[in-house]
């Protein structure tokens, strides 16, 4: 679980300068999937996805492409929370989205469901 330091989430490993690069989309799935946080440019906005294919769907959010919340709320910082076997990636996603709720219960955090990676 994210520790919480004056309302900031600090999770495992911080990959806000990553470039894009890595696997494309639509290979298929991955042996592992990455579970991650998008810290968003509103305070106290965050979203919870997975990807297997990390650097590509970070620079989707990065660029405005990733989803509707990220769209509006912009990203200040995106962070791995783990990796997953991909079945069982969707479990993990609604786990730390429900962790980060519980953890910081007056910000606005939201998922991708538990859909596809």
């Not at 989430?9 to 470039?19: C, H, I, L, Q």
Request: charged letters at 25%; glycine letters at 12%.
């Amino acid at each position: 679980m994210p520790d919480r330091v004056n309302g900031s989430v600090y999770v495992n490993k911080d990959v806000t300068n990553g470039e894009a690069g890595g696997s494309e989309a639509g290979q298929g799935p991955a042996e592992l999937v990455i579970v991650y946080l998008i810290e968003c440019e509103d305070a106290d906005h965050f979203y919870v996805g997975m990807t297997a294919h990390f650097e590509h769907r970070s620079l989707q959010h990065r660029k405005g492409r990733g989803s509707v919340f990220t769209r509006v709320h912009g990203v200040r910082a995106i962070s791995v929370l783990g990796e997953y076997p991909y079945r069982d990636a969707p479990t993990a996603e609604r786990q730390w989205t429900l962790r980060i709720r519980q953890a910081l219960p007056r910000a606005n955090v939201s998922g991708s469901g538990g859909g596809r990676p």
